[in-house]
């Protein structure tokens, strides 16, 4: 196989890959700003949706010039999987909506990569389409992992104050 193929084939790759990630994004948003206890989460999980909409819509418009569909592979597979196991429970208990946020956010960190990477091969591909939307995928998706970080950490002090309040009543 030519240098060139195997180097699309991995840029193939890669777009599968955002797709499929940014697929299961998308429906764990969409589940958990309805299930999620803690309110300033919601915000930022119906604030992320819209966009992660939009940028779902631009990887499969560059995965279509690519070859990519979203076929999720081991790794992307593994999280999707994940997410959605996490996101199902997320409606028990503060712990495992706790838990499926934390999921989520590491799934938008994998992203921030996806991105930079995707930004880089535009730049050396000299394909202007793939470097400016990674460029806008990266800084939207950097921003919405800043956000959920933030509720998550509030979330976390809403779930241990809970519970220093719970021990502390009388019986």
């Known amino acids: 196989m030519g240098e060139a193929k195997v180097g699309q084939a991995f840029i193939t790759h890669e777009l599968d890959e955002a797709i499929a990630i940014q697929r299961?994004?998308?429906?764990?948003?969409?589940?958990?700003?309805?299930?999620h206890p803690f309110g300033e989460a919601k915000s930022a999980l119906k604030a992320g949706l819209k966009d992660d909409?939009?940028?779902?819509r631009a990887l499969e418009g560059l995965g279509r010039e690519h070859g990519a569909t979203g076929k999720a592979e081991e790794v992307a597979g593994s999280l999707t999987q994940l997410m959605e196991e996490t996101a199902r429970k997320a409606g028990e208990a503060e712990s495992e909506a706790y838990e499926a946020h934390a999921v989520l956010l590491n799934l938008k960190r994998k992203q921030q990569d996806s991105a930079t990477a995707m930004v880089k091969l535009g730049r050396s591909t000299k394909d202007a389409k793939m470097r400016d939307a990674a460029t806008a995928f990266e800084k939207g998706t950097r921003e919405s992992a800043r956000k959920l970080s933030a509720s998550l950490a509030a979330f976390a002090v809403e779930?241990?104050?809970?519970?220093?309040?719970?021990?502390?009543?009388?019986?």
């Open 24 to 35: 299961s994004i998308v429906d764990a948003e969409e589940r958990l700003s309805r299930t």
């Open 53 to 56: 909409r939009q940028f779902l």
């Open 159 to 171: 779930i241990a104050s809970h519970g220093r309040e719970r021990s502390a009543s009388p019986r």
